[in-house]
């Protein structure tokens, strides 16, 4: 009876469970006809199936994995470790466990630490360091062994907020004064956490830990240069450690004393208001939140605010530079009752305060994803890393990112970083080529296969084991490959069809061969459909028609192999299997974008149209900068949105200065009066580009057009009050005016079917120049009458349209009215980009004068209209007199300076000449973004089944 | 028998046991159990002391790698793997149940003291209680529906993704996938009436 009753209720929760949410009542209505328990068991389960979350969905192991493992301990006690015997345990940490041991020899009580691996060198060493400091403030090291490490019993609680503010500062400054004798023998704790304090029953404070952090020990660096690391089991250590993380640490950037001056702050800030300043519920989050969030100012005591405020900078250039600082500070603090007393600070902790002042308006991490249900975060690499234009791969199972990146050694490997964790690390032995394509992994996520130095195909074992070679490949590189659960691996060929081998290597076959009627040149970047027989794969032939996604099949004979195309494409595609085996998503790139097809296996063919994922993937020859699984999808924004600062320079080639400034920045236009400029900046997504208002000299911007699209090239009006721009937020880029303040409306100048870009305005504010991209005559300069509309239509016609890129129009500033106008612009006529002048408006009478010889682009007047100044093609800034006279005569161009990075378009002059302010890529390439569940934005165009 | 390390057993022998045990031998599976659980039972401690050192951990990897150890693949048929897998499942229950009981122990008894008072380890705490409280619910479940509780351990505890088990036991995916939904939304209501808002989403 119960078991007729259990498969009536598992019947009716299926047949709800296949029905639409909200047609499921009406059904159990029907179905159960009256009978109310049963209606209402049923019910109940769907209820707990749709509440259900992440139930179960990680598997047991991982879920014990999180948690501490008291299981493995105890095993030390009742031990003797040298002349200590291990009494007891005392708890768990983040390096190892702690224990009460006895120390014979002296008979006392100590501490003893027991790492769960070997020290390195570099912790010994410190350990050595810290254990000759002798402050009654820091934990005494008696004894460092190889992995253990002897020292003080200290009982006591570590300090909890919310205290009395008297005693936050009584804890304050012992830590302070902890810190101060460890920073003069040059000892950063890298570590601070309340954790890591203890108040003896007497009232003394003890810092533990200094310089026991762990470091990663992938590749042997300087000490200072060392990030930490994390491992992902730690996790819940690091939730607790990531709150006190510097941004510098969260980044994995190098550290230094400051990083401790942070973790003081966020201490303190802890000790008296009760909370942490960065909050998350996971790491990420909290990391996100180190890196952009402030603190809650308002609930920090007026008195201490500046105190914490100077540790809490988020630059480590404008923190507090010695904890000595903080020492004084505090004793400023220390009189409630009694009037404030004048500072005796350093004048530089002062200004510090005043730009602590300023608070970022934009903060990249916090733009909320498109779709609420996926999110999105950053991927940083340590600096001495470098995976800049380099490829990568994520595990089948979404948890390790594979990537090819070049150490500080200057050898690219192969390197992998855990997704849940900090964690990066090369793997040792696995010397790639020079710059190989995307790895690909084994379908269990334990092995990548990559292409190796000297023209083979080799494996290696996450978990450390030597890399094992599997076959040659036919050229130096094998692009692409895919291994299935059958144990057999296919892989491309730069000139040749795919090839197969055994995953445990042995000799290599052919699976496809070249079609040579189709002028085929390669097969490439296979992967197995869900049956791993089929698999699709990339031929690319000289034949545009022909180039495209395939499938092909195991057994099948390599000539024989099926000849339809899916897709048309020249880039690498991505396939990712839907769980139910029926299809999956086809990804591929597509200007730039990458779209999703929706591929459907059973039939063998594309179903509906693309979607577009993300825009502005980064790409270079056939495969795209991008990574898929099931879960995540990891991409590289393009190199426009690679980080920029601005620098100023002189003429003379010095460079004078880096103002302070927002991020993001693409490009950039000085106002007339040089004091403000408008800018161009990316969010965070990378997908909208929008204009803001930079004063010269302050961290703030203030944004000026709220629009989806990508806002570009400003130029402003000679008045200053106007900026005008192009946006693509209508299809083609086209042409808008903006008054210079927020709540001005905005005015379309010119809409039309090809893309437009101003580039200058007549001194009388009568003429803009823009550049329009035509598909017969390219690019081409015209001009629009009328610019102020008081005259009646806006008109335009071509200054300048022949069959050749004409562009970067500027008017000469002077607006003499005898004088005719003049416009340097650019033109690549004689087969590369030089600079010319000719009159404006066009005179077909009038001469053209060339300015530079040697190639030139990107005029920029001085003010005074008696300097031009352009673009070597090597990124020289040139220098041209212009003297006054009834025609243009132009003197010998002269090489001002050199700077370092290169000029491109990114460059302004101020009025007077004299100074320049240029847009500099910074070397650090772009994080790659992780987009988890990015296939929640795809719901809706699942395969159906039948 | 059982006292025997499992590495001095050669695969070869384990294969034959496995498929004596497949033709009905079984006295085949009374070697060889405790031959497989000796060999998880250190893996799996294995990997929850290496994953601290940062290598990644997927139960998959180490059933896969106790086969590997036990056994030589290609000589097996898909049917042997299919009941190791299934066996193995369940032994990685017995033993993550044990070490979850033990540490609970542990919490409770306050014998250890947790060093770093981070918020999120109460959390994981919980879990770890959690899944006895499952443990419990599956044979709950088990006794009403063999399949579903099966389609359980071995995606739960034995770390394999629907297609693998529709492979071990024999289904379509999708009839895993089913059975699936509606085990999990009732093993959600068992353990949240057994501890008000122990199960996290998480």
């Known amino acids: 009876m119960e078991h007729e009753r259990w498969t009536l209720v598992d019947r009716l929760l299926g047949a709800a469970l296949e029905r639409e949410p909200d047609q499921r009542a009406a059904f159990l209505n029907e179905a159960c006809a009256g009978d109310e328990a049963l209606r209402h068991e049923v019910e109940s389960l769907l209820e707990h199936h749709a509440g259900a979350g992440h139930f179960l969905e990680s598997p047991a192991l991982e879920l014990l994995n999180a948690a501490p493992t008291a299981d493995t301990g105890a095993q030390f006690v009742d031990r003797q470790l040298g002349p200590y015997r291990i009494l007891s345990r005392l708890g768990i940490g983040g390096m190892g466990e702690v224990y009460r041991a006895r120390d014979s020899r002296l008979g006392r009580e100590v501490a003893i630490k027991i790492a769960t691996e070997r020290f390195s060198a570099r912790v010994e060493r410190e350990a050595r360091a810290v254990a000759a400091l002798n402050h009654p403030n820091i934990c005494t090291l008696h004894d460092v062994g190889p992995n253990y490490i002897v020292m003080e019993l200290v009982e006591g609680d570590s300090p909890k907020g919310p205290l009395p503010l008297q005693e936050a500062l009584r804890i304050a400054r012992q830590i302070v004064q902890a810190l101060e004798a460890a920073h003069e023998k040059g000892i950063v704790h890298r570590d601070l956490k309340p ?24 590749v042997a660096t300087q000490p200072e240069d060392s990030p930490r690391r994390i491992t992902a089991t730690e996790s819940g250590v690091i939730l607790g450690t990531a709150a006190y993380m510097s941004p510098e640490q969260a980044r994995g950037r190098p550290v230094d004393r400051r990083t401790d001056i942070w973790a003081f702050g966020v201490v303190l800030y802890e000790l008296i208001v009760g909370d942490r300043p960065f909050r998350g519920d996971t790491v990420t989050d909290t990391l996100a939140a180190v890196v952009k969030e402030e603190p809650k100012w308002d609930q920090v005591p007026a008195s201490v605010r500046r105190l ?72 940083y690499l340590p600096e001495n890393v470098n995976a800049a234009g380099r490829n990568f791969s994520l595990s089948p199972d979404g948890r390790t990112l594979a990537l090819s990146a070049v150490g500080p050694d200057g050898v690219a490997r192969v390197w992998v970083r855990s997704m849940n964790s900090l964690e990066v690390r090369a793997l040792p032995g696995t010397e790639t080529t020079p710059n190989p394509p995307p790895f690909f992994w084994s379908p269990d996520s334990r092995f990548i296969a990559y292409s190796a130095e000297g023209a083979s195909l080799k494996k290696v074992d996450l978990a450390g084991s030597p890399p094992e070679t599997l076959c040659d490949t036919k050229g130096p590189n094998a692009p692409g490959g895919s291994w299935n659960r059958d144990g057999v691996i296919i892989f491309g060929s730069g000139s040749a069809g795919l090839t197969r ?16 009627s189709r002028r085929e040149i390669r097969h490439a970047y296979p992967t197995f459909l869900a049956d791993d027989r089929r698999f699709l794969y990339l031929r690319t032939s000289s034949s545009p028609e022909n180039s495209g996604v395939y499938v092909g099949a195991l057994g099948v004979k390599p000539e024989d192999q099926d000849s ?76 426009s949105s690679q980080e920029t600062r601005l620098h100023w320079w002189n003429r003379k080639g010095h460079f004078v200065g880096n103002p302070a400034q927002p991020g993001g920045i693409r490009a950039m236009a000085l106002s007339p009066d040089g004091l403000r400029a408008a800018l161009v900046r990316q969010d965070s997504a990378g997908a909208d580009q929008n204009i803001w208002l930079w004063e010269t000299t302050r961290e703030n911007s203030t944004r000026l ?64 120049l823009y550049t329009e991209t035509n598909a017969q005559s390219k690019q081409d300069i015209w001009a629009m009458s009328n610019l102020g509309g008081g005259g009646g239509e806006r008109k335009s016609a071509p200054f300048q349209r022949r069959e050749f890129n004409e562009g970067e129009a500027q008017f000469s500033p002077e607006s003499g009215t005898a004088a005719p106008r003049l416009v340097a612009y650019t033109s690549d006529e004689t087969g590369r980009p030089e600079v010319y002048v000719r009159e404006f408006p066009f005179n077909a009478e009038s001469d053209k004068w060339p300015v530079s010889k040697a190639g030139g682009t990107n005029p920029r007047w001085r003010r005074d209209g008696k300097e031009l100044f352009f673009a070597a093609p090597d990124g020289t800034v040139m220098s041209v007199e212009v003297p006054l006279g009834a025609t243009f005569r132009a003197g010998e161009a002269k090489a001002l300076f050199r700077v370092p990075a290169g000029l491109r378009s990114n460059w302004d002059l101020t009025a007077d000449g004299q100074r320049l302010l240029v847009l500099v890529p910074q070397d650090a390439p772009a994080p790659l973004t992780v987009w988890q569940n990015w296939q929640a934005v795809l719901s809706d165009r699942q395969p159906r089944r039948q | 028998m059982s006292s025997q390390p499992a590495t001095a057993r050669t695969p070869q022998q384990v294969t034959e046991l496995l498929a004596a045990w497949r033709d009905g031998n079984s006295s085949a599976l009374d070697q ?84 770093d008072i981070a918020a999120a380890e109460h959390v994981v705490h919980e879990r770890t209680r959690d899944l006895l409280a ?14 579903k509780a099966q389609i359980v351990e071995l995606r739960f505890f034995g770390g394999l993704n629907l297609e693998e088990i529709a492979e071990v036991i024999g289904v379509a995916p999708i009839t895993v996938s089913r059975e699936w939904a509606k085990a999990r939304a009732w093993l959600h209501r068992e353990v949240t009436r057994q501890s008000p808002g122990a199960p996290r989403r998480r």
């Open chain 2, 32 to 115: 060889l159990v405790p031959l497989i659980e000796g060999e998880l039972r250190r893996l799996a401690r294995l990997y929850l002391r290496r994953e601290r050192a940062g290598h990644v951990l997927q139960t998959t990897a180490l059933v896969n790698e106790a086969f590997v150890r036990l056994l030589k693949w290609q000589d097996v048929s898909w049917q042997n793997r299919a009941h190791f897998i299934a066996m193995a499942a369940r032994l990685m229950r017995n033993i993550l149940v044990d070490i979850a009981r033990r540490r609970t122990k542990d919490a409770d008894g306050h014998s250890v003291r947790i060093v």
């Open chain 2, 134 to 147: 499952l443990d419990d619910a599956l044979r709950g479940l088990a006794e009403r529906d063999l399949r």
């Open chain 1, 564 to 639: 339809r195309r899916l897709v048309a494409t020249t880039f690498a595609p991505v396939y990712v299997r839907h769980a139910d085996r029926t299809g999956g998503y086809l990804l591929v790139m597509r200007d730039g974008d990458v779209v999703a097809y929706v591929f459907d296996e059973q039939r063998t063919q594309i179903v509906g149209e693309p979607v577009t994922l993300v825009q502005q993937v980064g790409s270079f020859v056939a495969s795209g900068f991008f990574s898929a699984s099931a879960r995540a999808l990891v991409y590289r924004p393009s190199a």
């Open chain 1, 308 to 379: 914490v405020r100077c540790c809490l900078q988020k630059d480590p250039k404008d923190r507090l530079r010695d904890i000595a600082d903080a020492r004084l500070l505090l004793e400023d603090v220390d009189t409630e009752a009694a009037p404030v007393r004048r500072s005796r600070l350093p004048w530089a902790v002062a200004a510090l305060f005043a730009v602590a002042m300023g608070i970022a308006l934009w903060a990249p991490w916090r733009t909320a994803p498109s779709n609420p249900d996926t999110i999105q975060t950053q991927v």
């Open chain 1, 501 to 516: 081998v055994s995953a445990a290597g042995g000799a290599a076959s052919p699976v496809t061969a070249l079609d040579t």
């Open chain 1, 705 to 768: 057009t709220f629009h989806k699209g990508r806002a570009n090239a400003p130029v402003w009006t000679p008045d200053g009050r106007y900026i005008v721009f192009a946006s693509t937020r209508e299809g083609p880029k086209n042409l808008y005016r903006k008054a210079a303040n927020e709540s001005a409306k905005e005015e379309v100048l010119l809409k039309s079917d090809q893309d437009k870009v101003p580039t200058s305005i007549s001194a009388d504010g009568n003429f803009l």
């Open chain 1, 195 to 218: 954790g890591n304090i203890k108040i003896k029953p007497d009232g003394v404070v003890k810092v533990l830990d200094f310089g026991l952090a762990k470091v990663d020990g992938a």
